[in-house]
DNA sequence: ATTGTATTTAGAATAGTTCTAAATCTTGAC
DNA sequence: GTCAAGATTTAGAACTATTCTAAATACAAT
């Protein structure tokens, strides 16, 4: 089993962006971003925890949820919610937007998004516009095939 | 207190609409889209619930959701799904996109959206694209003020 | 009036998330 | 190295939002 040291050495980018934020690496927080960059399908708090276990199987759920909290505060992993189910969660830091499959729930990187200008967005006096967040709702290829 | 049919008399365009899905007019499906009418601040369901109950002191939560689930499903309100919390509530059927205010959770019509052609949005073969959804995070002109 | 269906209701159940407090680990001062 | 202070993990309780269940009620059609 890898020390803690050990892992957190072969990981400087990670060390580093939770360092700015007063957090430490840890084998936990570094096992549930390996999980999220794995494999890309912006999975919830309860997946990335199945998925977890496999390699860490004493990691608990609240872990899950500190790791994942400390990882979106010190800006490694974004959160996206779509839809009234759980929270979903993308190490893409990329400036991208989301496909969400209206029919099986499959979320999707698009990396295209509308910049506040581009949009030309005018708002009431007083508003501040921080950024536009895009979800582009549809059917996914497979369920496209199945549609038709 | 008014009778079912006096009161589904009053209100013929929700009665059609509820009708087309198969739906009836009931006292408090009316409430409801009132109180959603009366106040355009996309209320959680709880603060329908409560909103509604000045008038209609017997109305029970499930209810509520039981109505609010029939209003969308004939389209004549929308789910609005902005962060984590309670799903929200809005009669406003005209295309418009939500400005939330990451300080206070306030939302607000945006009578301005992105079309499909004006974002000129390229997806991967094979995908379905429906509707953009636009959501516009930033300061509402309160917390802007208080934030100079 | 009677019957079948839709709707409402209270409360139980579930899902997702946050909180709590104890145990463990890490870091830094000595 | 030892020790203390602080950070992190953990299990489980608590909490919030939502859905489900089953009984009561209201309605519409015969
Ligand atoms: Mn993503
Ligand atoms: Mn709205
Ligand atoms: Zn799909
Ligand atoms: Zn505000």
């Known amino acids: 089993m890898l020390t803690h040291s050990k892992s957190a050495k072969s990981d400087g980018p990670l060390t580093e962006a939770l360092a700015h ?11 549930v971003h ?17 998925r977890a276990k496999h390699k860490m199987p004493e990691i608990s759920m609240a872990t899950v949820y500190n790791c994942l909290d400390a990882l979106v505060t010190c800006g490694l992993v974004r959160q996206v919610t779509l839809d009234r189910g759980a929270t ?34 005018k708002l009431p006096r007083g508003f501040r516009l ?11 290829p497979d369920c496209a095939a199945k549609a038709k």
Chains 1, 2 share one sequence.
């Not at 957090?23 to 096992?31: D, K, S």
């Not at 390996?34 to 199945?50: C, G, N, S, W, Y």
Request: proline share 5%; with cysteine; hydrophobic share 25%.
């Open 34 to 50: 390996e999980v999220l960059r794995e494999k890309m399908d912006h999975p919830t708090a309860d997946q990335v925890f199945m």
């Open 88 to 121: 979903r969660y993308c190490p893409n830091m990329q400036d991208h937007s989301h496909f969400y499959c209206d029919e099986c729930g499959s979320v999707y990187d698009i990396l295209q998004t509308i910049s506040p200008e581009d949009a030309d967005i």
């Open 130 to 140: 921080k950024n536009i967040e895009t979800n582009l709702h549809g059917l996914c």
């Open 21 to 31: 934020s007063g957090l430490r690496l840890t084998p936990q927080r570094q096992q």
